[in-house]
């Protein structure tokens, strides 16, 4: 299953985001490693094995909008699944809303500013401040509305369920992002990410585990897919379901309007031909349209390169989306959970 | 070197304005790139493509890689 009628110029965009991203973050994720040091205690090396069902099973449970157009936690959670839930930075507070207390929270990103408010913003206001990317977001109406009172509910429940709490906490994380982790009182493990061939002498990831001792793990981009890893390779958990991992937009309900690139594109080529720079494909199960723009192409191209150099099968609960392809099995949350 | 001598011996009486040149299609990739990366959450950058787990101990070894 592949994407049809895609613009050449879509593709060559898609494909330097690797390049691009690599100016954006390259120092920024080196200088945050080093001063991450001197919090390091515990790395993913030392994570007690899971036990029983949770070593045999996990969902990992990424932010897209599926999860409340889907109503995935409230599934999983009448399904009684024993095994592993591993939770990334976005879907955590939403997790705890359901009910569902993650084994494991993973979180990635090295944005100075906004990543802190998926487990409470002290400074939510300031850190607010001129920024729309939550107000833009489809992965959580609750933070979109920008909310103090909602800031200081996250911030409550986060002290309350987060101390002793297993965190997969990235080297290049930033520095409010480990503050408050620190004060809540998570169980920290440090990883570093392997960002580019550490074979390389002068590779980035050779430098950040030089330079903190940690191993490092793939992220393919992206916090979910960064979390897909931990459960394959250091968790070692064979069957392992992703849910809330969309990579795509809804065609019913997501004008291209909402979209980041809409008012470029439409000036640049028009109207009519907008529609080929937004990709579609139909999710197999349902029949549902999405469409995909330059990041979550690249996104799924990365994980389905993965799944392949894995040799495993990833089990899509999604319920939708553009994750299909080799090595990806769609099914229901309650047919994975009741195998499980 | 000729550019070198001839420049600024005389001074034009008129202001010449010459038009900035825009490559449109450059500036509309640059401009589409930026939009893109603004809608990146929870990302990284990412080059590797095979290898999923790797530590110090493997300078000389085989990546990590399952098999």
Known sequence: ?340 | MMSELLKGNFKVQREIKVDETKDEAAEFKKEFRKKALESIGGSMVFVEREKLFWDESNLNEKSLQKS
């Open chain 1, 1 to 340: 299953m592949s994407f049809d009628n895609i613009n050449p110029d879509f593709k060559e965009i898609a494909g330097q985001i690797t390049s691009i991203g690599l100016n954006w973050h390259g120092e920024q994720i080196v200088e945050n490693s080093r001063w991450n040091k001197q919090f390091i205690e515990k790395t993913i090396r030392d994570i007690p094995k899971p036990q029983g069902k949770k070593a045999d099973c996990a969902i990992v449970v990424s932010a897209g909008p599926s999860l409340y157009k889907n109503n995935i936690l409230a599934r999983i959670k009448a399904t009684g699944f024993q095994g592993s839930i591993i939770a990334i930075d976005g879907s955590y507070v939403r997790s705890l809303k359901a009910g569902l207390v993650p084994n494991y929270v993973l979180t990635l990103d090295p944005h100075p500013t906004r990543l802190v408010r998926w487990f409470g913003d002290p400074d939510f206001e300031k850190n607010m401040e001129g920024d729309d990317y939550f107000s833009r977001q489809d992965l959580d109406i609750a933070f979109r509305n920008n909310s103090i009172e909602e800031n200081r509910r996250n911030i409550a429940l986060v002290n309350e369920y987060g101390k002793g709490s297993k965190l997969i906490i990235c080297s290049t994380a930033p520095r409010n992002v480990v503050e408050r982790t620190r004060a809540v009182g998570f169980d920290a493990y440090w990883w570093a990410p392997l960002v580019d061939n550490p074979e390389n002498k002068d590779s980035l990831t050779r430098t950040i585990v030089r330079e903190t001792g940690l191993p490092a793990m793939n992220t393919g981009g992206t916090v979910g897919t960064a979390a897909w890893v931990f459960a394959l390779m250091a968790l070692k958990i064979p069957r392992i379901a992703v849910v809330g991992m969309d990579l795509g937009y809804y065609k019913a309900d997501t004008s291209y309007l909402q979209t980041q690139t809409y008012y470029s594109l439409r000036d640049r080529v028009g109207e009519d031909k907008i529609q080929e720079y937004f990709p579609e494909i139909t999710y197999p199960a349902t029949g549902e349209k999405f469409y995909t723009d330059p990041t979550y192409y690249w996104y799924r191209s990365n994980l389905l390169d993965l799944l392949a150099a894995s040799k495993s099968t990833l089990y899509n609960c999604t319920g939708g989306g553009t994750l299909v392809g080799d090595g990806v099995e769609c099914l229901e949350i309650e047919d994975f959970c009741k195998n499980c």
